[in-house]
């Protein structure tokens, strides 16, 4: 199974890359977000390690059970042939209705069919007021074209 875009990455393909990876994600189906990391896959996230699809999926189920209404942007940072950075916010709130703002860092590194291989990630949640998001879109999924990306939003 190959993932396209595929390494190694130009300026254009490594954007796709990021923002295919930004629409999966505010789809929020573990399983179909699964699929793009390879079977024996690492991350770091926060402070979790895990390995494989059937981790990431575990993890991703319980993420979205728990942050309520997530909207996700993500942003190019930096890429190599096989690698890219990109820098990311996220808005949910939890059960008791607080609103968070969570801003982190993801590292990248692909394999040859553009699966990624692993993913670090570091992220930093702050509280906000229900009148201070900023992300809005109707529904789970694919933010507008219209809709403002993190720089624009001066984030």
Known sequence: MTRPPLPPFTAETAAIKVRRAEDAWNGRDPAAVALAYTPDSRWRNRHSFL???????AFLAAKWARELEYRLIKELWAFTDNRIAVRFVYEWHDAAGQWWRSHGNENWAFDA???MA?????????AIAAADRLFHWDRAGVRPADHPGLSDLGL
Request: aromatic share 0%; no cysteine.
């Open 118 to 126: 692993e993913r670090h990630a570091s992220i930093n949640d702050v």
């Open 113 to 115: 069919d553009g699966l």
């Open 51 to 57: 390995t494989g699809r059937a981790e990431i999926e």
